[in-house]
Structure formats: C-alpha cells, structure tokens
C-alpha cells in the first residue's frame, strides 16, 4: 500500500494494526496535511447490515468537535478499498508513554480529565466509544490526551450481543496510572 493513492491520500508508512483494518499515515492531496488512514479489512465490511451500522456510527462520530478527542474526516469506498481517515496526533499511545511506575498525581490527574471531558462530550452526544483502551489514547508532543478510534468498535463486534463486564478497566490498569504503582 505504501505509496499508493487512496482517493485523495497517498499513503506513507503503516503504522499499525488492529481487528478493523490496517493504519497509515498518509498526505492529503487535498489539503496537504497528514492524516491517519485505516483501510478496513474486507472481512469487515462484507456485511451489508454491518457495514450500514458501521458508517452510520462513524458519521455520528465524525461529528464529535472536542479538542481531546481525534477528528473522522472522511469515511469512503474507493475501488476495492474502504477506509476511514482521520486526525493524525503527532505523539504516542498511553500504552506506550506511559511510565513503569505511572505517572506523577499532577500528569495522571491532567490526562483523566482531559479524557473524562472526552468521553463526556461523546456521551452526552450520544456516542459511546466501545473500546476505551490505553492504545486508543494517544498523549501527543504537547502534552494533550486525545481519544481515538470513535466509532470503530460497532465494525469490530461479534454480530451476537455479547454479556458486558462488571468493570472495563483491570485492577492493573488502574494500579499502572496510580503514583507511584
């Protein structure tokens, strides 16, 4: 894919992968900025219904305008391709920023309000995220928590409804952004 163009998005270099598809970063051609591609696996969006839900969702998404959580700017099928693009943040997902004995009270405090004031945005919106992890937290070089990934979830799950958890978070996730843990 490097190097081809999507649409208007010439891709650049994969990076990453996750259960919806495979992620670039791309230049838009349009509006010459980077983005974020994610070109959706075909097993995917094979179902009609699925598909509908899906770019639904995503539209309702995409109208979330928050300044910690990443834009959608485009959802397409182009050719054989489907794909979303979105915001790029120039930075690094929680998972890996975060530091083996968390965060200092003062950052971790900074980041789960930036990220409480995300979700409830989204939710007040109407919008829930469905798979809020570190990895779809991205802290970027200036210091902002900014949440990815809206609306991909619904495209990733089982068609049957599956029994939700007592608790989204684990014991070690919370532990891991306590001082001093």
Known sequence: MIGRVVSHYRIVEQIGEAASG?????????????VVIRILRDETTSDPDREISFIEEAKAASALNHPHIASI?????????HFIAM??????????????????????????????????S??????????MKPENI????????????FGLAKLTEPEVARPESRDATTETDTARLRVGS
């Open 138 to 149: 991205i802290i970027s070089d200036t210091g902002l928590a900014k949440v990815i990934d």
């Open 73 to 81: 700017y485009d959802i397409d099928r182009t050719e054989d391709v």
């Open 87 to 120: 915001e790029y943040v120039r930075g690094r997902a929680l998972d890996k920023a975060l530091p083996r004995k968390g965060y200092p009270i003062e950052e971790a405090l900074k980041y789960g309000v930036q990220i409480a004031d995300a979700l409830a």
């Open 22 to 34: 495979i992620v670039y970063t791309a230049q838009d051609l349009h509006l010459k900025r980077t």
């Open 122 to 131: 989204a939710h007040s919106a109407g919008i829930l995220h469905r798979a």
